[in-house]
């Protein structure tokens, strides 16, 4: 055999060794993924507050927080969803929310936990997801709450679909650089003999946003706080039917680009 066959046979074999050791280099790189991510519960779900035995809205990380409701609020749902919400581009865009549907006989409690996905983050807080009667903002816990009430119907509202008007109160936060959206909400039936007039009642308006703020308490709070005072943490299935992404989409808000002027 000539030299340079020899050459370009051990060449060959060298290229195949390599390959070979390339594929199970691959192959060890995924199992330790797997290995190591695999195992990890996922930063979104839910579990039981210690103290209360209530099921609840957790996250476990980017920012650690759950809720507080009150104990007269009985859970009604529990579930996650993927979302496109409308953004002032020609796309819409991509998030997700984690949320819980509570009831105390005269009113519904939601609490969300609603996350961007790829370059998205959320509107400014200013812009609310719907036309408030009165809003504000204060410090709270070091973050910046924002306040809003509204009346809002089923079209509108994908919690209020068994009433002809709802009014609702919004606590909002929006953490993590804008790309976690934490809300506590809580609704009322409007009766329809106050419909038209029910947002020009002041006294009215006073007294139910009073209610709305004893009905639930964001918790910020840390790893190991949550490690403490949450138990049997879980991943969250797909949201009952009634909660469709078109009208979950729109609840949440818009969206804007990162980094946009």
Same mark, same amino acid.
């Given at each position: 055999?000539?030299?340079?066959?020899?050459? %370009?046979?051990?060449?060959?074999?060298?290229?195949?060794?390599?390959?070979? %050791?390339?594929?199970?280099?691959?192959?060890?790189?995924?199992?330790?993924?797997?290995?190591?991510?695999?195992?990890? !519960?996922?930063?979104?779900?839910?579990?039981?507050?210690?103290? $209360?035995?209530? &099921?609840?809205?957790? $996250?476990?990380?980017?920012?650690? /927080?759950?809720?507080?409701?009150?104990?007269?609020?009985?859970?009604?749902?529990?579930?996650?969803? @993927?979302?496109?919400?409308?953004?002032? +581009?020609?796309?819409?865009?991509?998030?997700?929310?984690?949320?819980?549907?509570?009831?105390?006989?005269?009113? &519904? /409690?939601?609490?969300?936990?609603?996350? @961007?996905?790829? &370059?998205?983050?959320?509107?400014?807080?200013? +812009?609310?997801? *719907?036309?408030?009667?009165?809003?504000?903002?204060?410090?709270?816990?070091?973050? &910046?709450?924002?306040?809003?009430?509204?009346?809002?119907?089923?079209?509108?509202? =994908?919690?209020?679909?068994? +009433?002809?008007?709802?009014?609702?109160?919004?606590?909002?936060?929006?953490?993590? *650089?804008?790309? @976690?959206?934490?809300?506590?909400?809580?609704?009322? !039936?409007? =009766?329809?003999?106050?419909?038209?007039?029910?947002?020009?009642?002041?006294?009215?308006?006073?007294?139910?946003?009073?209610?709305?703020?004893?009905?639930?308490?964001?918790?910020?709070?840390?790893?190991?706080?949550?490690?403490?005072?949450?138990?049997?943490?879980?991943?969250?299935?797909?949201?009952?039917?009634?909660?469709?992404?078109?009208?979950?989409?729109?609840?949440?808000?818009?969206?804007?680009?990162?980094?946009?002027?």
């Amino acid at each position: 055999m000539l030299a340079a066959d020899v050459w %370009l046979l051990s060449a060959k074999r060298s290229g195949g060794t390599m390959k070979i %050791l390339l594929i199970i280099v691959a192959i060890i790189a995924v199992a330790v993924f797997v290995f190591f991510m695999g195992g990890q !519960p996922p930063l979104r779900g839910a579990g039981q507050l210690a103290a $209360s035995g209530q &099921t609840v809205i957790v $996250s476990r990380a980017r920012p650690p /927080l759950s809720f507080a409701p009150a104990a007269d609020m009985q859970l009604q749902s529990l579930g996650n969803r @993927t979302l496109r919400p409308k953004t002032r +581009h020609s796309v819409d865009g991509d998030a997700r929310i984690w949320f819980a549907v509570y009831s105390n006989g005269t009113g &519904t /409690l939601i609490t969300a936990v609603a996350d @961007t996905e790829g &370059t998205w983050e959320w509107e400014a807080a200013h +812009h609310p997801a *719907f036309p408030a009667i009165r809003a504000q903002q204060y410090a709270y816990k070091g973050e &910046t709450l924002y306040e809003s009430l509204m009346q809002l119907d089923g079209g509108s509202d =994908p919690f209020c679909t068994d +009433h002809a008007a709802c009014l609702v109160y919004r606590a909002k936060l929006l953490l993590n *650089f804008r790309r @976690t959206q934490v809300i506590m909400e809580y609704h009322e !039936p409007v =009766p329809e003999a106050r419909i038209r007039d029910i947002a020009f009642d002041g006294t009215a308006l006073n007294a139910f946003q009073q209610r709305a703020r004893k009905t639930c308490e964001i918790l910020m709070t840390d790893k190991a706080w949550l490690e403490d005072n949450i138990k049997g943490f879980k991943k969250l299935d797909g949201a009952d039917d009634r909660y469709s992404r078109t009208r979950l989409s729109r609840w949440v808000g818009e969206m804007e680009r990162e980094g946009r002027p």
